[in-house]
Protein backbone atom coordinates (compact mmCIF):
# COMPACT_ATOMS: atom_id res chain seq x y z
CA UNK A 1 0.00 0.00 0.00
CA UNK A 2 3.04 2.27 0.64
CA UNK A 3 4.20 1.96 -3.08
CA UNK A 4 0.64 3.26 -4.12
CA UNK A 5 1.30 6.73 -4.36
CA UNK A 6 4.55 6.99 -5.78
CA UNK A 7 2.90 4.48 -8.54
CA UNK A 8 0.16 6.76 -9.07
CA UNK A 9 2.55 9.93 -9.33
CA UNK A 10 5.15 7.95 -11.62
CA UNK A 11 1.80 7.14 -13.79
CA UNK A 12 0.55 10.53 -13.87
CA UNK A 13 3.73 12.42 -14.97
CA UNK A 14 3.62 9.27 -17.90
CA UNK A 15 -0.08 10.77 -19.02
CA UNK A 16 1.24 14.06 -18.86
CA UNK A 17 3.95 13.33 -21.06
CA UNK A 18 1.53 11.16 -23.67
CA UNK A 19 -0.49 14.99 -23.29
CA UNK A 20 2.46 15.94 -26.12
CA UNK A 21 1.04 16.22 -29.19
CA UNK A 22 2.37 12.96 -31.13
CA UNK A 23 4.17 14.94 -33.46
CA UNK A 24 6.76 16.07 -30.69
CA UNK A 25 7.15 13.06 -29.43
CA UNK A 26 8.08 11.36 -32.78
CA UNK A 27 10.50 14.51 -32.55
CA UNK A 28 12.37 13.59 -29.50
CA UNK A 29 12.66 10.18 -30.40
CA UNK A 30 14.00 11.16 -33.58
CA UNK A 31 16.10 13.59 -31.96
CA UNK A 32 17.74 10.68 -29.38
CA UNK A 33 18.08 8.37 -32.26
CA UNK A 34 20.65 10.71 -33.78
CA UNK A 35 23.12 9.52 -31.15
CA UNK A 36 23.50 5.80 -32.55
CA UNK A 37 24.46 7.23 -35.45
CA UNK A 38 27.11 9.21 -33.58
CA UNK A 39 28.27 6.52 -31.16
CA UNK A 40 29.01 4.63 -34.76
CA UNK A 41 30.72 7.45 -36.70
CA UNK A 42 32.90 7.53 -33.23
CA UNK A 43 33.73 3.88 -33.30
CA UNK A 44 34.44 3.55 -37.17
CA UNK A 45 36.53 7.45 -36.77
CA UNK A 46 34.17 9.31 -38.89
CA UNK A 47 34.71 11.52 -36.27
CA UNK A 48 33.35 14.86 -38.34
CA UNK A 49 30.17 13.03 -39.07
CA UNK A 50 29.80 11.21 -35.31
CA UNK A 51 30.14 15.19 -34.32
CA UNK A 52 27.06 16.42 -36.36
CA UNK A 53 24.81 13.96 -35.08
CA UNK A 54 25.87 14.33 -31.59
CA UNK A 55 25.02 18.15 -31.85
CA UNK A 56 21.85 17.90 -33.77
CA UNK A 57 20.85 15.33 -30.98
CA UNK A 58 21.27 18.05 -28.40
CA UNK A 59 19.67 20.81 -30.38
CA UNK A 60 16.37 18.45 -31.16
CA UNK A 61 16.25 17.13 -27.66
CA UNK A 62 16.84 21.18 -26.16
CA UNK A 63 13.84 22.15 -28.55
CA UNK A 64 11.83 19.05 -27.43
CA UNK A 65 12.36 19.67 -23.61
CA UNK A 66 11.30 23.20 -23.84
CA UNK A 67 8.37 22.65 -25.78
CA UNK A 68 7.09 20.06 -23.43
CA UNK A 69 7.99 22.43 -20.48
CA UNK A 70 5.32 24.78 -22.44
CA UNK A 71 2.75 22.41 -22.81
CA UNK A 72 2.73 21.66 -19.20
CA UNK A 73 -0.37 20.98 -17.82
CA UNK A 74 -2.26 21.53 -21.11
CA UNK A 75 -4.90 18.96 -22.21
CA UNK A 76 -4.39 18.48 -25.36
CA UNK A 77 -7.51 17.71 -27.73
CA UNK A 78 -8.10 14.40 -29.01
CA UNK A 79 -9.30 15.23 -32.60
CA UNK A 80 -10.26 12.74 -34.86
CA UNK A 81 -8.02 13.85 -37.29
CA UNK A 82 -5.15 15.53 -34.81
CA UNK A 83 -3.20 12.13 -35.34
CA UNK A 84 -3.39 12.13 -38.58
CA UNK A 85 -1.70 15.67 -39.15
CA UNK A 86 1.17 14.52 -37.14
CA UNK A 87 1.52 11.74 -39.41
CA UNK A 88 1.15 14.17 -42.28
CA UNK A 89 3.94 16.66 -40.31
CA UNK A 90 5.97 13.40 -39.44
CA UNK A 91 6.72 12.72 -43.39
CA UNK A 92 6.51 16.31 -44.58
CA UNK A 93 8.47 18.17 -41.61
CA UNK A 94 10.54 16.09 -39.79
CA UNK A 95 12.51 14.95 -42.84
CA UNK A 96 14.24 18.89 -42.84
CA UNK A 97 15.37 18.25 -38.95
CA UNK A 98 16.61 14.77 -40.16
CA UNK A 99 18.45 15.97 -42.94
CA UNK A 100 20.78 18.40 -41.03
CA UNK A 101 23.35 15.85 -39.94
CA UNK A 102 23.01 14.13 -43.41
CA UNK A 103 23.84 17.53 -44.88
CA UNK A 104 26.55 18.41 -43.01
CA UNK A 105 28.21 15.14 -42.23
CA UNK A 106 28.57 14.81 -46.26
CA UNK A 107 29.29 18.25 -46.69
CA UNK A 108 29.19 17.78 -50.93
CA UNK A 109 25.85 18.48 -51.05
CA UNK A 110 22.66 20.69 -51.46
CA UNK A 111 20.28 20.65 -48.54
CA UNK A 112 17.52 20.21 -50.90
CA UNK A 113 19.18 16.90 -51.93
CA UNK A 114 19.29 15.70 -48.31
CA UNK A 115 16.04 16.37 -47.66
CA UNK A 116 14.45 14.30 -51.02
CA UNK A 117 17.15 11.78 -49.57
CA UNK A 118 15.22 12.06 -46.16
CA UNK A 119 11.74 12.28 -47.59
CA UNK A 120 12.56 9.11 -49.09
CA UNK A 121 14.01 7.60 -46.63
CA UNK A 122 11.23 7.87 -44.02
CA UNK A 123 8.59 7.24 -46.67
CA UNK A 124 10.24 4.02 -46.67
CA UNK A 125 10.42 4.53 -50.55
CA UNK A 126 14.28 4.46 -50.37
CA UNK A 127 15.47 6.72 -53.98
CA UNK A 128 18.68 7.76 -53.40
CA UNK A 129 19.92 10.50 -55.21
CA UNK A 130 23.24 8.92 -54.40
CA UNK A 131 24.19 6.27 -56.68
CA UNK A 132 27.85 5.52 -56.05
CA UNK A 133 27.53 3.88 -52.29
CA UNK A 134 31.27 4.88 -52.13
CA UNK A 135 30.16 8.91 -52.17
CA UNK A 136 28.57 8.36 -48.69
CA UNK A 137 30.37 7.07 -45.49
CA UNK A 138 29.48 3.87 -43.61
CA UNK A 139 27.42 6.24 -41.21
CA UNK A 140 25.38 7.82 -43.22
CA UNK A 141 24.89 4.66 -44.70
CA UNK A 142 23.17 3.47 -41.42
CA UNK A 143 21.43 7.00 -41.13
CA UNK A 144 19.14 6.12 -44.11
CA UNK A 145 18.89 2.61 -43.40
CA UNK A 146 17.43 3.87 -39.60
CA UNK A 147 15.29 6.86 -40.90
CA UNK A 148 13.49 4.21 -42.99
CA UNK A 149 13.21 1.79 -41.00
CA UNK A 150 12.03 4.05 -38.16
CA UNK A 151 9.16 5.29 -41.00
CA UNK A 152 8.23 1.45 -41.36
CA UNK A 153 7.34 1.56 -37.19
CA UNK A 154 5.67 4.43 -37.52
CA UNK A 155 3.53 2.76 -40.47
CA UNK A 156 3.08 -0.40 -38.22
CA UNK A 157 1.82 0.96 -35.32
CA UNK A 158 0.36 4.04 -37.39
CA UNK A 159 -2.28 1.44 -39.32
CA UNK A 160 -3.91 0.12 -36.42
CA UNK A 161 -3.62 3.46 -34.28
CA UNK A 162 -4.46 5.74 -36.33
CA UNK A 163 -5.50 4.59 -39.88
CA UNK A 164 -7.86 2.25 -38.42
CA UNK A 165 -10.60 3.76 -36.36
CA UNK A 166 -10.59 6.32 -39.18
CA UNK A 167 -11.14 4.01 -42.37
CA UNK A 168 -8.34 4.68 -43.91
CA UNK A 169 -5.34 2.96 -45.51
CA UNK A 170 -7.24 0.12 -46.84
CA UNK A 171 -9.91 -0.52 -44.09
CA UNK A 172 -12.85 1.63 -46.05
CA UNK A 173 -13.61 -1.60 -47.79
CA UNK A 174 -13.67 -4.08 -45.13
CA UNK A 175 -16.95 -5.07 -43.49
CA UNK A 176 -16.76 -3.51 -39.66
CA UNK A 177 -16.08 0.06 -41.70
CA UNK A 178 -19.75 -0.56 -43.38
CA UNK A 179 -22.28 1.86 -41.02
CA UNK A 180 -23.74 -0.42 -38.27
CA UNK A 181 -21.16 -2.71 -37.70
CA UNK A 182 -18.83 -0.20 -35.75
CA UNK A 183 -19.65 -2.37 -32.61
CA UNK A 184 -18.08 -5.07 -33.78
CA UNK A 185 -14.50 -3.78 -34.09
CA UNK A 186 -11.66 -5.20 -31.74
CA UNK A 187 -10.89 -3.44 -28.26
CA UNK A 188 -7.50 -2.23 -29.41
CA UNK A 189 -8.99 0.00 -32.37
CA UNK A 190 -12.31 1.54 -30.97
CA UNK A 191 -12.56 5.00 -30.54
CA UNK A 192 -11.39 5.19 -26.85
CA UNK A 193 -8.74 7.75 -25.89
CA UNK A 194 -6.05 8.08 -29.25
CA UNK A 195 -3.16 8.17 -26.35
CA UNK A 196 -4.46 5.07 -24.74
CA UNK A 197 -4.99 3.47 -27.76
CA UNK A 198 -1.50 4.13 -29.47
CA UNK A 199 0.40 3.50 -25.95
CA UNK A 200 -1.14 -0.17 -26.23
CA UNK A 201 -0.63 -0.49 -30.21
CA UNK A 202 3.34 0.37 -29.29
CA UNK A 203 4.15 -1.81 -26.74
CA UNK A 204 2.22 -4.73 -28.58
CA UNK A 205 4.20 -3.90 -31.96
CA UNK A 206 7.47 -2.41 -31.68
CA UNK A 207 9.15 -5.32 -29.09
CA UNK A 208 8.52 -7.48 -32.29
CA UNK A 209 9.11 -5.15 -34.70
CA UNK A 210 12.64 -4.70 -33.12
CA UNK A 211 13.21 -8.41 -32.42
CA UNK A 212 12.10 -9.81 -36.01
CA UNK A 213 14.77 -7.09 -37.36
CA UNK A 214 17.64 -8.46 -34.96
CA UNK A 215 16.94 -11.86 -35.73
CA UNK A 216 17.33 -11.25 -39.65
CA UNK A 217 20.73 -8.85 -38.75
CA UNK A 218 22.30 -12.27 -37.05
CA UNK A 219 20.66 -14.20 -39.36
CA UNK A 220 22.43 -12.19 -42.17
CA UNK A 221 25.93 -11.81 -40.57
CA UNK A 222 25.95 -15.58 -40.37
CA UNK A 223 25.74 -16.10 -43.96
CA UNK A 224 28.59 -13.72 -44.63
CA UNK A 225 27.25 -9.90 -44.37
CA UNK A 226 29.09 -7.68 -42.60
CA UNK A 227 27.72 -6.51 -39.63
CA UNK A 228 26.98 -3.33 -41.51
CA UNK A 229 25.43 -4.10 -44.39
CA UNK A 230 23.66 -7.32 -42.77
CA UNK A 231 22.28 -4.30 -40.15
CA UNK A 232 20.80 -2.29 -43.00
CA UNK A 233 19.54 -4.87 -45.43
CA UNK A 234 17.31 -6.25 -42.24
CA UNK A 235 16.09 -3.04 -41.38
CA UNK A 236 15.63 -2.16 -44.94
CA UNK A 237 13.23 -5.56 -45.35
CA UNK A 238 11.64 -4.77 -42.72
CA UNK A 239 10.46 -1.44 -43.54
CA UNK A 240 10.27 -1.97 -47.10
CA UNK A 241 12.34 0.91 -47.65
CA UNK A 242 14.93 -1.46 -50.30
CA UNK A 243 18.09 0.66 -48.75
CA UNK A 244 21.49 -0.66 -49.32
CA UNK A 245 24.95 0.62 -48.16
CA UNK A 246 26.44 -1.57 -51.28
CA UNK A 247 24.07 -0.63 -54.09
CA UNK A 248 21.21 -3.44 -53.92
CA UNK A 249 21.53 -7.01 -52.19
CA UNK A 250 22.56 -8.12 -55.79
CA UNK A 251 26.02 -7.34 -54.38
CA UNK A 252 25.99 -8.39 -50.51
CA UNK A 253 27.98 -10.89 -49.83
CA UNK A 254 25.17 -13.53 -48.51
CA UNK A 255 24.43 -14.70 -51.83
CA UNK A 256 21.41 -16.97 -52.53
CA UNK A 257 21.05 -17.72 -48.46
CA UNK A 258 20.82 -14.20 -47.77
CA UNK A 259 18.74 -13.65 -50.24
CA UNK A 260 16.69 -16.52 -49.44
CA UNK A 261 16.29 -15.63 -45.53
CA UNK A 262 15.07 -11.84 -46.97
CA UNK A 263 12.62 -13.39 -48.89
CA UNK A 264 11.25 -15.25 -45.55
CA UNK A 265 10.74 -12.24 -43.73
CA UNK A 266 9.36 -10.18 -46.50
CA UNK A 267 6.11 -12.45 -45.97
CA UNK A 268 5.69 -9.56 -43.16
CA UNK A 269 4.42 -7.11 -45.46
CA UNK A 270 2.16 -9.32 -47.60
CA UNK A 271 -0.63 -9.36 -44.68
CA UNK A 272 -0.85 -7.90 -41.25
CA UNK A 273 -2.04 -11.51 -40.25
CA UNK A 274 1.46 -12.53 -40.29
CA UNK A 275 2.89 -10.68 -37.01
CA UNK A 276 -0.57 -9.59 -35.33
CA UNK A 277 -4.32 -9.82 -35.10
CA UNK A 278 -5.04 -6.42 -33.56
CA UNK A 279 -7.03 -4.74 -36.49
CA UNK A 280 -10.12 -5.33 -38.25
CA UNK A 281 -8.57 -7.00 -41.42
CA UNK A 282 -7.97 -10.08 -39.06
CA UNK A 283 -9.77 -13.19 -39.94
CA UNK A 284 -10.92 -16.38 -37.79
CA UNK A 285 -9.03 -18.77 -40.38
CA UNK A 286 -5.64 -17.20 -39.82
CA UNK A 287 -3.27 -16.95 -43.10
CA UNK A 288 -5.14 -19.48 -44.33
CA UNK A 289 -7.98 -18.57 -45.02
CA UNK A 290 -6.42 -14.84 -45.29
CA UNK A 291 -7.27 -13.62 -49.32
CA UNK A 292 -4.18 -10.57 -48.79
CA UNK A 293 -1.61 -13.74 -48.45
CA UNK A 294 -3.53 -15.96 -50.85
CA UNK A 295 -3.58 -13.89 -53.34
CA UNK A 296 0.08 -13.05 -52.39
CA UNK A 297 1.03 -16.14 -53.01
CA UNK A 298 -0.43 -16.60 -56.46
CA UNK A 299 1.33 -13.67 -57.84
CA UNK A 300 4.55 -14.47 -55.94
CA UNK A 301 4.78 -18.40 -57.76
CA UNK A 302 2.09 -17.74 -61.07
CA UNK A 303 4.92 -14.46 -62.07
CA UNK A 304 7.46 -16.45 -61.39
CA UNK A 305 6.44 -19.29 -63.39
CA UNK A 306 5.11 -17.51 -66.62
CA UNK A 307 8.82 -15.69 -66.75
CA UNK A 308 10.01 -19.03 -66.76
CA UNK A 309 7.82 -21.12 -68.88
CA UNK A 310 7.89 -18.17 -71.34
CA UNK A 311 11.28 -19.43 -72.49
CA UNK A 312 10.01 -22.25 -74.45
CA UNK A 313 6.73 -20.37 -74.80
CA UNK A 314 8.86 -17.86 -76.74
CA UNK A 315 11.16 -20.86 -78.51
CA UNK A 316 14.06 -18.68 -78.05
CA UNK A 317 17.70 -20.71 -78.81
CA UNK A 318 19.75 -20.58 -76.10
CA UNK A 319 22.42 -23.07 -76.47
CA UNK A 320 22.15 -23.63 -72.51
CA UNK A 321 18.84 -24.45 -72.48
CA UNK A 322 18.70 -27.71 -70.84
CA UNK A 323 21.34 -26.34 -68.14
CA UNK A 324 19.98 -27.22 -64.75
CA UNK A 325 21.63 -24.57 -63.16
CA UNK A 326 21.19 -21.85 -65.27
CA UNK A 327 17.45 -22.53 -64.91
CA UNK A 328 17.18 -22.78 -61.20
CA UNK A 329 19.22 -19.47 -60.93
CA UNK A 330 16.80 -17.85 -63.64
CA UNK A 331 13.55 -19.17 -61.71
CA UNK A 332 15.14 -18.37 -58.45
CA UNK A 333 16.18 -14.43 -59.67
CA UNK A 334 12.34 -14.48 -60.70
CA UNK A 335 11.07 -15.46 -57.37
CA UNK A 336 12.99 -13.56 -55.34
CA UNK A 337 12.54 -10.40 -57.04
CA UNK A 338 8.84 -10.40 -57.88
CA UNK A 339 8.50 -11.11 -53.91
CA UNK A 340 10.47 -7.98 -53.13
CA UNK A 341 8.52 -5.62 -55.43
CA UNK A 342 5.27 -6.71 -54.72
CA UNK A 343 5.66 -6.16 -51.27
CA UNK A 344 7.40 -2.37 -52.93
CA UNK A 345 10.98 -3.41 -50.85
CA UNK A 346 12.57 -3.21 -54.42
CA UNK A 347 15.82 -5.22 -53.65
CA UNK A 348 16.62 -7.47 -57.35
CA UNK A 349 17.98 -10.60 -57.27
CA UNK A 350 21.91 -11.16 -58.25
CA UNK A 351 19.99 -13.45 -60.64
CA UNK A 352 17.85 -11.33 -62.06
CA UNK A 353 19.97 -10.24 -65.34
CA UNK A 354 19.52 -14.44 -66.02
CA UNK A 355 15.60 -14.46 -65.82
CA UNK A 356 15.59 -11.88 -68.14
CA UNK A 357 18.20 -13.49 -70.54
CA UNK A 358 16.18 -16.81 -69.97
CA UNK A 359 12.30 -15.12 -70.46
CA UNK A 360 13.73 -12.95 -73.40
CA UNK A 361 11.90 -10.05 -71.84
CA UNK A 362 12.60 -6.10 -73.95
CA UNK A 363 10.51 -4.81 -70.69
CA UNK A 364 10.85 -6.52 -67.90
CA UNK A 365 10.62 -3.07 -65.76
CA UNK A 366 6.67 -3.16 -67.06
CA UNK A 367 6.15 -6.24 -64.62
CA UNK A 368 7.89 -4.92 -61.73
CA UNK A 369 6.21 -1.67 -62.01
CA UNK A 370 2.54 -3.78 -62.25
CA UNK A 371 3.81 -5.62 -58.81
CA UNK A 372 4.77 -2.48 -57.17
CA UNK A 373 1.67 -1.05 -58.01
CA UNK A 374 -0.48 -4.01 -56.86
CA UNK A 375 1.84 -3.30 -53.37
CA UNK A 376 1.47 -5.26 -50.23
CA UNK A 377 -1.04 -6.02 -47.70
CA UNK A 378 -3.23 -3.32 -45.38
CA UNK A 379 -1.54 -2.19 -42.16
CA UNK A 380 1.75 -3.11 -43.33
CA UNK A 381 5.00 -1.56 -44.26
CA UNK A 382 4.51 -2.27 -47.80
CA UNK A 383 2.87 0.37 -49.98
CA UNK A 384 1.18 0.33 -53.25
CA UNK A 385 -2.58 -0.14 -53.98
CA UNK A 386 -2.97 -2.86 -51.39
CA UNK A 387 -3.63 -6.37 -52.48
CA UNK A 388 -7.13 -6.07 -50.00
CA UNK A 389 -8.72 -3.66 -52.29
CA UNK A 390 -7.23 -5.86 -55.50
CA UNK A 391 -8.97 -8.39 -54.23
CA UNK A 392 -12.56 -6.66 -53.56
CA UNK A 393 -12.62 -5.85 -57.33
CA UNK A 394 -11.79 -9.48 -58.05
CA UNK A 395 -14.29 -10.65 -56.38
CA UNK A 396 -16.78 -7.84 -57.90
CA UNK A 397 -15.73 -9.03 -60.77
CA UNK A 398 -16.30 -12.80 -60.61
CA UNK A 399 -19.81 -11.53 -59.14
CA UNK A 400 -20.04 -9.76 -62.63
CA UNK A 401 -19.54 -12.40 -64.55
CA UNK A 402 -21.86 -15.06 -62.79
CA UNK A 403 -25.10 -12.74 -63.61
CA UNK A 404 -23.85 -12.57 -67.56
CA UNK A 405 -24.21 -16.41 -67.31
CA UNK A 406 -27.23 -15.95 -64.79
CA UNK A 407 -28.89 -12.63 -64.53
CA UNK A 408 -31.90 -13.59 -61.72
CA UNK A 409 -28.99 -15.00 -59.58
CA UNK A 410 -28.30 -13.68 -55.92
CA UNK A 411 -25.16 -13.98 -54.41
CA UNK A 412 -24.53 -15.91 -51.57
CA UNK A 413 -22.67 -14.44 -48.71
CA UNK A 414 -19.17 -16.88 -48.51
CA UNK A 415 -16.23 -16.51 -46.20
CA UNK A 416 -14.35 -14.94 -48.78
CA UNK A 417 -16.98 -12.09 -48.43
CA UNK A 418 -17.24 -11.55 -45.11
CA UNK A 419 -14.08 -9.49 -44.85
CA UNK A 420 -15.70 -6.82 -47.00
CA UNK A 421 -18.35 -4.73 -46.71
CA UNK A 422 -21.33 -4.49 -49.30
CA UNK A 423 -19.91 -1.99 -51.46
CA UNK A 424 -16.32 -2.79 -50.93
CA UNK A 425 -15.31 -2.91 -54.24
CA UNK A 426 -17.05 0.48 -55.06
CA UNK A 427 -15.19 2.00 -52.49
CA UNK A 428 -11.81 0.53 -53.92
CA UNK A 429 -12.89 1.60 -57.53
CA UNK A 430 -12.97 4.89 -56.05
CA UNK A 431 -9.36 4.69 -54.77
CA UNK A 432 -8.25 3.27 -58.09
CA UNK A 433 -9.58 6.12 -59.91
CA UNK A 434 -7.92 8.61 -57.60
CA UNK A 435 -4.71 6.84 -57.60
CA UNK A 436 -4.98 6.68 -61.73
CA UNK A 437 -5.96 11.08 -61.36
CA UNK A 438 -2.99 12.02 -59.05
CA UNK A 439 -0.65 9.36 -61.32
CA UNK A 440 -1.33 11.14 -64.35
CA UNK A 441 -1.14 14.56 -62.75
CA UNK A 442 1.86 13.58 -61.47
CA UNK A 443 3.66 12.79 -65.27
CA UNK A 444 2.18 15.65 -66.52
CA UNK A 445 3.84 17.61 -63.60
CA UNK A 446 7.45 16.32 -63.94
CA UNK A 447 7.23 15.97 -67.75
CA UNK A 448 6.32 19.96 -68.25
CA UNK A 449 9.36 20.42 -65.53
CA UNK A 450 11.76 18.27 -68.61
CA UNK A 451 11.62 15.18 -67.30
CA UNK A 452 10.96 12.48 -70.17
CA UNK A 453 7.97 11.46 -70.30
CA UNK A 454 8.86 7.72 -69.70
CA UNK A 455 11.03 8.95 -67.04
CA UNK A 456 8.21 10.86 -65.55
CA UNK A 457 5.51 7.91 -64.79
CA UNK A 458 8.66 5.96 -63.80
CA UNK A 459 9.36 8.43 -61.06
CA UNK A 460 5.19 8.77 -60.34
CA UNK A 461 4.51 4.93 -59.97
CA UNK A 462 8.18 4.64 -57.87
CA UNK A 463 6.70 7.49 -55.29
CA UNK A 464 3.07 6.72 -55.22
CA UNK A 465 4.39 3.24 -54.68
CA UNK A 466 6.76 3.33 -51.96
CA UNK A 467 9.37 1.90 -53.95
CA UNK A 468 12.41 3.72 -55.11
CA UNK A 469 14.70 0.86 -57.05
CA UNK A 470 12.60 1.03 -59.60
CA UNK A 471 13.94 4.33 -60.96
CA UNK A 472 16.93 1.95 -61.55
CA UNK A 473 15.27 -1.13 -62.60
CA UNK A 474 12.17 0.18 -64.61
CA UNK A 475 13.28 2.29 -67.09
CA UNK A 476 15.82 1.78 -70.19
CA UNK A 477 18.73 3.58 -68.56
CA UNK A 478 18.86 4.37 -64.44
CA UNK A 479 17.14 7.59 -63.66
CA UNK A 480 19.41 9.96 -62.27
CA UNK A 481 17.91 11.80 -59.09
CA UNK A 482 20.40 14.51 -58.59
CA UNK A 483 20.14 15.64 -62.67
CA UNK A 484 16.35 16.60 -61.81
CA UNK A 485 15.77 20.38 -61.31
CA UNK A 486 14.31 21.68 -57.78
CA UNK A 487 11.16 21.88 -58.89
CA UNK A 488 10.94 18.39 -59.99
CA UNK A 489 12.19 17.48 -56.79
CA UNK A 490 9.49 18.72 -55.25
CA UNK A 491 6.80 17.14 -56.90
CA UNK A 492 8.90 13.71 -56.85
CA UNK A 493 8.98 14.47 -52.89
CA UNK A 494 5.14 15.24 -53.22
CA UNK A 495 4.74 11.98 -54.72
CA UNK A 496 6.11 9.92 -51.83
CA UNK A 497 4.17 11.58 -49.15
CA UNK A 498 0.66 11.43 -51.37
CA UNK A 499 1.84 7.65 -51.77
CA UNK A 500 2.68 6.69 -48.43
CA UNK A 501 -0.52 8.29 -47.04
CA UNK A 502 -2.58 7.69 -49.75
CA UNK A 503 -5.08 10.02 -51.33
CA UNK A 504 -7.64 9.09 -49.12
CA UNK A 505 -5.77 10.10 -46.14
CA UNK A 506 -4.53 13.41 -47.76
CA UNK A 507 -8.29 14.27 -48.44
CA UNK A 508 -9.87 13.89 -45.17
CA UNK A 509 -7.00 16.05 -44.04
CA UNK A 510 -8.54 18.80 -46.09
CA UNK A 511 -12.43 18.28 -45.22
CA UNK A 512 -13.45 20.91 -42.11
CA UNK A 513 -16.51 19.08 -41.17
CA UNK A 514 -14.50 15.87 -40.10
CA UNK A 515 -12.14 18.30 -37.85
CA UNK A 516 -15.44 19.82 -36.00
CA UNK A 517 -16.21 16.09 -35.35
Keep these: MSQAPHTKQRSGAFVQLMDLPLFLLIFGVASVSMLVPALHGGVARNLDTARMFFYCAILGLTIFTLIAIAHAGRRQRNGALGSLMSLFATFVFLPAFLAIPFFEGLGTTTFLNAYVEMVSAITTTGATLFEQPERLNSTLHLWRAQVGWMGGAVMW ?131 RTDPEFRLGIVLIVGVPLILFLRHWLGALDVAAEDDLEQAWRALWGSVFTVMSFLTTTGFASADWAQTQAWSGLETPGLILMGLALIGGGVATTAGGVKLLRVFALYLNGLREMERLVHPSSVSGAGSD ?24 VLTVLLALLGVSFEDALVLSIAGLSTTGPLTTFAADTPISLVQLSPYAKAVFCAAMVLGRLETLAIIALLTPDLWRD
Excluded at 250 to 279: N, P, Q, V, Y
Excluded at 417 to 436: E, H, S, V, Y
Design 417 to 440: TRRLQRNGAFIAWIFFMLFALTLA
Design 157 to 287: IAASAILAPLNLGGFEVTAQAEPGQREARSSLIDRADPRERLLRVTGALLPIYIGLTVLLWVLLMISGDTSLVALSHAMSVMATSGISPVGGAEFARSGATGEALMLLFMFFALSRLTFSSDTITATQGGL
